[in-house]
């Protein structure tokens, strides 16, 4: 979620690189629309494009691979190849 780039959510972060490092495949991305728009649009309503914002975070604050967390997503939604 959005939260994930809220300032004081360093627990959360500390989730997210452990899930990392232990099992990738878990990790998916949401936006949680209408809530939890990540910044910089926190307190806005959440829209499905701020997910961008997200990932864009998530791969550059905190080393995540984008591609794993699509494949995750295809996965998850028995869209995989």
Do not use: H, W
Not at 1 to 8: H, R, Y
Not at 21 to 39: Q, R, V
Not at 65 to 81: E, G, K, P, R, V
Request: net charge negative; hydrophobic share 40%.
């Amino acid at each position: 979620d959005g939260n994930l780039t809220f300032k004081k959510a360093d627990d959360l972060r500390k989730i997210f690189a452990y899930v990392q490092k232990t099992d990738s495949s878990k990790i998916l991305l949401e936006t949680d629309a209408p809530y939890l728009a990540p910044e910089p649009d926190r307190g806005k309503i959440c829209e499905p494009q701020m997910i961008a914002n997200l990932a864009a975070y998530v791969q550059n604050q905190l080393g995540a691979n984008l591609s794993t967390i699509y494949q995750n997503s295809l996965q998850a939604f028995n869209l995989a190849a």
